[in-house]
C-alpha cells in the first residue's frame, strides 16, 4: 500500500473552539516551543512492537509511519462565540495563566470564523458568532467556503476536521438520513432533523476531508454521509472521545472479564463545570451522552454468552453540572462483583481527572491518523481508529469492539499492514510464527 509523505502545511480544523480544541492548540504550541511533552499522545509518545526479527522492534509510532510533523500543524475553526483563542483558553481555565501568557501571540492569532449552529439542538447555548443562510444547504456551502478560504490563506497542503463542539440532542437515523439524495434534499429544504454536526460533516466529507467526531451526536455515522465518504474517498471515524470515567471501564471491565468474575451493577457519576457539563444539564442532549456511554460494558462483558455472569448486571450512568469544579471532572464508580461460589465483593473509584488534558491528545493523533488514513488511500469508516472512542463507528453488520487492550492491538496491526510490516500478536510473533510455536 503507498503512503504518500506528508509534505506541506496539515491544516487541522475544529468546530467548537472551547475547552478541548484550545488545551490541545496551546499544548501543540507549547511543544513547538520545547516548553511540554505530548504526554498522552500515543503518535508522540507511543512505541509499536515489530516482528521480533526486525533490528529496532520498538520504534516510536512517529518513526514508524510518516506523520505530520507538529510544526506543520495550522489552526483554524468555528465558534459561537467569537472569543479568539488565548480568550476562549483564558475563560476555560485549563492551563496554567503563565503557559497561556507564553503563548499569547500565537493564540490570539486565531479567530474563530462564524459557526453553524441550532438552538433546538444545544438548548442551554446561546450562540452569538452564527452564521445565516436561506437554508442548510447555504450554510454547508459557506462552511466550504471557509474550508477553501482558510487552506488559501494559511498555505495548507492537506486538511483534517475533528469535531469538537458541544453535544447535541439525542436523535435516531430517519429517512432523511438513509441516502446522499435524501440528505442532500433534505438540506436544500431545511429538514429539522439534519444537525449542524451533520452539516460540517458534509461540507468537510464534500470536499474530500477526512472527518472525525468527538462527541456523542449521530453526525458522519448515517448511510447518506458514509455513501458520500466513498464516493469522494474521504476518510471518517467517530464518535464521543473516550476519556475519563469510559476510559477506565474499559481498562477494567476486560480484566473482570478475562478472569471470568461476575458483575451485578456498576453505578457510575460524574460532576463537572464547564461548558459540556454546562450542555449536558439539558436532558435531551445527556440523553445522547448517555447512550454512548451504555453500550461500553455490555459490549466488553457480553452477557449473551456469559449469563451466568453477567445476565444481571445493572448499570446506571449520572452526569451532573457543578460550576466549582469547572474542568476538573470527578468521576465516582460503584461496582458490585462477585467470585468463587458466588461470594459478593466491591470495586470503588474516585477519578479526580482534568477533561480537557486527557482529551487534548486524543484530537491530536486523531488529526494525524486521519490524515495518514487519506494519504494512504483510505476511504470511509476507520474502525481502526475505535481505540480513541466511546461509541466507535463500526462497518454495518460488523459487532463492536470497545476492550482497549484489543482496540490498540487493531489499530497497531492497522499501522504495521499499511507499512508492509507483518501483523503480529501481543508477543511480537508473526501469526506465521504463532501457529508454529503453539
Not at 442532549?285 to 454468552?305: G, M
Not at 491530536?364 to 470511509?380: E, T, V, Y
Not at 497497531?412 to 508473526?430: D, F, I, W, Y
Request: aromatic share 8%.
Amino acid at each position: 500500500m503507498e503512503v504518500k509523505e506528508p509534505t506541506g502545511r496539515l491544516g487541522v480544523l475544529i468546530p467548537g473552539l472551547g475547552a478541548v480544541a484550545t488545551t490541545l492548540i496551546a499544548g501543540v504550541e507549547a511543544i513547538k516551543k520545547g516548553l511540554a511533552q505530548p504526554i498522552g499522545s500515543i503518535t508522540q509518545m507511543g512505541n509499536i512492537h515489530l516482528n521480533r526479527k526486525s533490528g529496532n522492534n520498538y520504534p516510536k509510532i512517529k518513526d514508524f509511519v510518516p506523520l505530520a510533523n507538529l510544526q506543520d500543524l495550522v489552526f483554524g475553526g468555528w465558534d459561537v462565540y467569537e472569543d479568539n483563542v488565548y480568550e476562549a483558553a483564558s475563560r476555560a481555565k485549563v492551563l496554567e495563566p503563565g503557559l497561556l501568557q507564553a503563548l499569547r501571540p500565537e493564540l490570539e492569532a486565531l479567530k474563530p470564523m462564524k459557526a453553524v449552529f441550532d438552538k433546538a439542538y444545544i438548548k442551554n447555548l446561546d450562540g452569538t458568532h452564527i452564521k445565516t443562510g436561506a437554508n442548510k444547504m447555504k450554510l454547508a456551502e459557506a462552511l466550504m467556503d471557509d474550508i477553501a478560504q482558510f487552506q488559501d490563506s494559511r498555505d495548507c497542503d492537506r486538511l483534517v476536521m475533528v469535531w469538537c463542539g458541544s453535544t447535541e440532542k439525542y436523535t435516531e437515523v430517519s429517512d432523511v438520513h438513509e441516502t446522499l439524495e435524501a440528505f442532500e434534499k433534505g438540506l436544500r429544504e431545511n429538514d429539522p432533523r439534519i444537525a449542524p454536526s451533520m452539516i460540517y460533516a458534509y461540507a468537510a466529507i464534500k470536499l474530500g476531508v477526512p472527518f472525525l467526531n468527538g462527541a456523542p451526536n449521530l453526525t458522519c455515522d448515517i448511510p447518506a454521509l458514509t455513501e458520500l465518504a466513498k464516493q469522494t474517498e474521504t476518510p471518517i471515524a467517530g464518535k464521543d472521545f473516550k476519556t475519563g470515567q469510559t476510559l477506565m471501564k474499559t481498562i477494567l471491565a476486560p480484566g473482570l472479564q478475562a478472569r471470568a468474575l461476575g458483575v451485578k451493577g456498576w453505578f457510575s457519576t460524574n460532576i463537572l463545570g464547564n461548558r459540556d457539563g454546562y450542555v449536558l444539564d439539558e436532558p435531551d442532549n445527556f440523553r445522547t451522552k448517555e447512550v454512548s456511554k451504555l453500550s461500553v460494558l455490555e459490549d466488553i462483558l457480553r452477557p449473551d454468552l456469559s449469563p451466568e455472569l453477567y445476565s444481571e448486571l445493572y448499570h446506571k450512568i449520572r452526569i451532573n453540572y457543578y460550576p466549582p469544579h469547572g474542568d476538573n471532572k470527578e468521576s465516582w464508580d460503584n461496582i458490585d462483583i462477585f467470585g468463587w461460589l458466588g461470594y459478593s465483593m466491591q470495586i470503588k473509584i474516585n477519578f479526580l481527572c482534568r477533561d480537557s488534558i486527557l482529551a487534548a491528545p486524543l484530537v491530536l493523533d486523531l488529526a494525524l491518523f486521519g490524515d495518514l488514513a487519506k494519504r494512504s488511500g483510505l476511504s470511509g469508516i476507520q474502525e481502526w481508529l475505535s481505540f480513541y472512542f466511546k461509541s466507535p463507528q463500526t462497518i454495518p453488520g460488523f459487532r463492536t469492539e470497545h476492550d482497549i487492550f484489543k482496540q490498540l492491538h487493531n489499530l497497531q496491526n492497522a499501522l504495521r499492514k499499511l507499512m508492509g510490516e507483518e501483523l503480529v500478536n501481543g508477543e511480537g510473533l508473526t501469526y506465521a510464527e504463532e501457529e508454529i510455536t503453539a
